[in-house]
């Protein structure tokens, strides 16, 4: 799509959803983190801003990697990490502040918690031959990860943060003098059997994500 096309069709949603939602929704976008209304075609060029691929560090420092993520338009997206997307409602969804399912904030996150995720799942998924394989499933708040039915990790989207969720001791020395800050998060139900919750919202924080699933694969 071109970028005339482009501004086009987001003046038309941004028009559309204000008119539902009975309040202007300029500002409401993921891309609107990127405006700079200066430019001509201000909300076509942060989405495009928004999109630029970004390089991340693979395990070993000297060796940076860029994981593909095929270009997408999100306004034309019919399904998210194999679940329905329908991104009128969506949006319609967020302006009113209700949940989304991790399939639905992962369309709308940006290529660089993509790329992460992406990452993150190669590493997880990846076994060595002849041991059991790590199989994910996508359930409405997070990506699971079992071995043999027992819970390797969780990944979810919280705002704009990507988290894993592993089953590590939160309260572990080695975990805490200072360099892997977490969260423990086992008094809640849905996180029981992975209580380590770590933000993987740097580069530093990724490879460290890595050394730690490393840890209980």
């Not at 306004?75 to 991790?102: C, E, P």
């Not at 080695?174 to 086992?186: A, W």
Request: hydrophobic residues 35%; contains cysteine.
């Amino acid at each position: 799509m071109d970028k005339v096309a482009l501004q086009a069709k987001l003046d038309e949603q941004k028009w559309d959803d204000s008119v539902k939602n009975h309040r202007d929704m300029c500002g409401a976008y993921d891309y609107c983190a990127f405006c700079d209304k200066s430019v001509d075609m201000p909300c076509a060029t942060a989405f495009e801003k928004m999109n630029e691929p970004k390089i991340l560090p693979a395990k070993d420092e000297d060796r940076p990697v860029q994981i593909a993520i095929p270009e997408e338009d999100v306004t034309d997206l019919h399904s998210s990490l194999g679940k329905k997307f329908d991104y009128d409602k969506v949006m319609a969804k967020k302006a009113a502040r209700k949940s989304l399912t991790f399939a639905e904030k992962y369309a709308l996150a940006d290529d660089i918690i993509k790329e992460r995720y992406a990452i993150l799942k190669e590493a997880l998924t990846t076994t060595a031959k002849g041991t059991p394989k790590i199989k994910s499933r996508i359930s409405k708040q997070c990506d699971t990860y079992r071995r043999e039915g027992d819970i390797v990790a969780k990944i979810t989207i919280i705002g704009t943060s990507l988290r894993i969720n592993l089953p590590l001791d939160p309260d572990a020395e080695e975990f805490n003098d200072g360099r892997t800050p977490h969260t423990s998060t086992g008094h809640k139900k849905v996180y029981e059997e992975v209580p380590f919750q770590f933000k993987v919202n740097s580069k530093l924080a990724l490879k460290r994500a890595l050394a730690l699933i490393d840890l209980v694969k």
